[in-house]
T-cell receptor
Framework: SQQGEEDPQALSIQEGENATMNCSYKTSINNLQWYRQNSGRGLVHLILIRSNEREKHSGRLRVTLDTSKKSSSLLITASRAADTASYFCATVPDSNYQLIWGAGTKLIIKP | NAGVMQNPRHLVRRRGQEARLRCSPMKGHSHVYWYRQLPEEGLKFMVYLQKENIIDESGMPKERFSAEFPKEGPSILRIQQVVRGDSAAYFC?????????????FGPGTRLTVL
């Protein structure tokens, strides 16, 4: 079964606004990763945060990790129409080497 | 440095035929994952391979599905006697090694349609 669960399932905002997506998981993890998928395409890695990290930035992306709540959030600031895509979180459990995927958040940025 | 390559990008098969999907990992990567994705859903793990070795095939149906990653050449995901429910996008991803808990590099996927 999928460990990661993203919410919301879908998010539609105006260009320029910030977009926040959340991910919850069940078991202890080595790291958590966020990926982006444009419609009909493969996945692109965005950012990785390790279990001993609490926050990480990459350009307009900000990821937080709360291991006590087993949750992570992905914030995209100053959104652009080109950010329209599905965003997935994936966890690498401590006891395993697999990536375990959530069902994703579909983000639509309205111009 | 070429990325992960998959072919074909689109594959149409009739029920009962065989589907053969290929994945060439990034140069220097010796580990490959195969995933399946249905429309509007996340990825489902199928199999994890190292060259000449299946590490974990727990996500792959025991019947009709098989995977290999030979010493030379691409990784192959083979689906025999396809059924309509096999229609999906199949993605492979590669990693440099088992102990490397870093990002996976994805191919563009093969979209399988079973008529």
């Amino acid at each position: 079964s999928q460990q990661g669960e993203e919410d919301p399932q879908a998010l539609s905002i105006q260009e320029g606004e910030n977009a926040t997506m959340n991910c919850s998981y069940k078991t202890s993890i080595n790291n958590l990763q966020w990926y982006r998928q444009n419609s009909g395409r493969g996945l692109v890695h965005l950012i990785l945060i390790r279990s001993n990290e609490r926050e990480k930035h990459s350009g307009r992306l900000r990821v937080t990790l709360d291991t006590s709540k087993k949750s992570s959030s992905l914030l995209i600031t100053a959104s652009r129409a080109a950010d329209t895509a599905s965003y997935f979180c994936a966890t690498v459990p401590d006891s395993n080497y697999q990536l375990i995927w959530g069902a994703g958040t579909k983000l639509i940025i309205k111009p | 440095n070429a990325g992960v390559m998959q072919n074909p990008r689109h594959l149409v098969r009739r029920r009962g035929q065989e589907a053969r999907l290929r994945c060439s990992p990034m140069k220097g990567h010796s580990h490959v994952y195969w995933y399946r994705q249905l429309p509007e859903e996340g990825l489902k793990f199928m199999v994890y391979l190292q060259k000449e070795n299946i590490i974990d095939e727990s996500g792959m149906p025991k019947e009709r599905f098989s995977a290999e990653f030979p010493k030379e050449g691409p990784s192959i995901l083979r689906i025999q006697q396809v059924v309509r429910g096999d229609s999906a996008a199949y993605f492979c991803a590669s990693l440099p090694g088992l102990a490397d808990y870093n990002e996976q590099f994805f191919g563009p996927g093969t979209r399988l349609t079973v008529l």
